[in-house]
């Protein structure tokens, strides 16, 4: 079964600061990686998908990185502003299903 | 495009109702949708696996009787919790495989469900 953990659980930052979050997961044998970003209360937006052929994706300040081999993924977001405070939530597709970490917690502080 | 739709936003209903929540595709057609629940702070929980014009597949330790699915056109997917209980108060998010591409999910709002 495959575990996703994403750390750190949350984390704080003044405005400017580059922003890093990072997702594991334990089987490699992916389709793709997707990063989410959820606001409270609300459902998912989809950032940035990465194919499991594929090293990174960017988007704007947005920047993630996918190493199927160590079951790792970095979500990179620079020069944050308040606006990006929010839960990011990384998920991983395989076995035609979405597997999903329990999210990154950012408040970005003016 | 590739919107996804879910009807009511928030319900609140007594123990022992039946509660239906909707999940629509607005702009694609979608032969797959996913049903999705999240506890606060917890990360999203498939419950069950859409298929369109067939039964749903469900996730090991989600009661089938308990949740019902039922996916009857390319657009439309409904989830009803039966007898619904206070433990049963959740949010409920569905997904939506477009079918042309068949790769990415586009997520609903989500429905906040309080059972009192």
């Known amino acids: 079964k495959q575990e996703v953990t994403q750390i750190p659980a949350a984390l704080s930052v003044p405005e400017g600061e580059n922003l890093v979050l990072n997702c594991s997961f334990t089987?490699?044998?992916?389709?793709?990686l997707q990063w989410f970003r959820q606001d409270p209360g609300k459902g998912l937006t989809s950032l940035l998908l990465?194919?499991?052929?594929?090293r990174e994706q960017t988007s704007g300040r947005l920047n993630a990185s996918l190493d199927k081999s160590s079951g790792r993924s970095t979500l990179y977001i620079a020069a944050s502003q308040p606006g990006d405070s929010a839960t990011y939530l990384c998920a991983v597709c395989g076995n035609n299903r979405l597997a999903f970490g329990k999210g990154n917690q950012v408040v970005v502080i003016p | 495009g590739a919107v996804v739709s879910q009807h009511p936003s928030r319900v609140i209903c007594k123990s022992g109702t039946s509660v239906k929540i909707e999940c629509r595709s607005l702009?694609?057609?979608?032969?797959?949708m996913f049903w999705y629940r999240q506890f606060p702070k917890q990360s999203l929980m498939l419950m069950a696996t859409?298929?369109?014009?067939?039964?749903?597949?469900?996730e090991q330790g989600v009661e089938k009787d308990k949740f019902l699915i039922n996916h009857a056109s390319l657009t439309l997917s409904t989830l009803t919790v039966t007898s619904a209980h206070p433990e049963d108060s959740s949010f409920y998010i569905c997904?939506?495989?477009?079918?042309?591409?068949?790769?990415?999910?586009?997520f609903g709002p989500g429905t906040r469900l309080t059972v009192t």
């Open positions: 997904s939506a495989r477009d079918r042309a591409t068949s790769v990415e999910q586009y």
């Open positions: 859409s298929n369109e014009g067939s039964k749903a597949t469900y």
């Open positions: 990465i194919q499991s052929s594929q």
């Open positions: 702009d694609f057609q979608a032969t797959t």
């Open positions: 089987d490699s044998a992916i389709y793709n």
